[in-house]
């Protein structure tokens, strides 16, 4: 971050404070575009996980049978306890299977990086949502489906206003999960996308342009806003419920 501010692009020489490198930023198309497929990874990736999660964090949560629920949490947890460059080897290695099968010329594309990034996702989401599941009173949609509600109706006006912290911070976590993942998208992206990480690693191959670190200085600025809002919104929720 303080480089940023640097007037020089000599991190070594400190020589004071300019606004110089965010105007170059803001001049370079080559960043431009791999921070809007960046931006467009991440937010796919994390609504795509968050609806998936949310599912599934619901449906682990209502069967009954320990085994089958600890054998199921213990899968969606794969992705998480693996090392990133086993799940991106593994995922390449699919993708390239699948693609020949079909016979696809282009076997990486934008769809294999959205499905990798969602995979390695759905597990955080799982975890944020599940805890507050098992908080909410389970009288609450069972009363609203005594009233009249059909299951999904209930889930809608009853359940889902109820985990929605637990939502927004999953979402919030694969946001920024995906946002910064640079090993699995080296190995399951294709030639024609590229996202800001690889753009930043493809240039530690020659140089560093000072306008990158303005740029991660805005990023890491916006998600912390994000961070210090969700933890405001979660602590407000958690107020709320005990003074009721």
């Known amino acids: 971050m303080l480089f940023s501010f640097n007037s020089t692009a000599n991190t070594g020489d400190l ?16 960043t431009f575009t791999a921070l809007k497929n960046t931006l467009l990874l991440a937010i796919s ?17 209502k069967f009954k049978r320990k085994y089958t629920k600890g054998a199921l949490l213990s899968a969606t947890n794969i992705p998480m306890m693996n090392p990133d460059i086993v799940t991106g080897i593994s995922m390449m290695l699919l993708f390239v299977f699948v693609g020949t099968m079909l016979g696809n010329e282009d076997k990486l594309t934008f769809t294999t990086l959205l499905i990798a990034h969602i995979t390695f996702c759905l597990p ?6 599940r805890p507050k599941l098992l908080e909410m009173n389970k009288a609450l949609p069972e009363a609203a489906m005594d009233l009249g509600c059909t299951p999904v109706r209930s889930f809608f006006k009853v359940e889902l206003p109820n985990i929605m912290s ?3 911070s999953g979402f919030i976590l694969a946001f920024t999960l995906s946002l910064d993942d640079f090993v699995i998208s080296y190995f399951t992206t294709g030639n024609d996308f590229q996202t800001l990480p690889l753009l930043i690693y493809s240039m530690t191959k020659k140089e ?10 805005l990023m890491i600025l916006t998600v ?14 958690t107020t709320d419920g005990k003074g009721q």
């Open 15 to 30: 020589t004071g404070l300019s606004l110089y490198w965010y105007k170059e930023l803001f001049n370079s198309p080559e």
């Open 124 to 129: 955080y989401v799982i975890l944020s949502v």
């Open 45 to 61: 990736a994390s609504t795509v996980s968050t609806v998936i999660g949310t599912a599934a964090a619901v449906g682990i949560t």
């Open 224 to 237: 912390t806003i994000l961070m210090v809002l969700s933890n405001i919104s979660s602590k407000k929720k």
């Open 166 to 168: 637990g939502v927004v």
């Open 208 to 217: 560093v342009k000072p306008d990158i670190y303005a740029l991660s200085t």
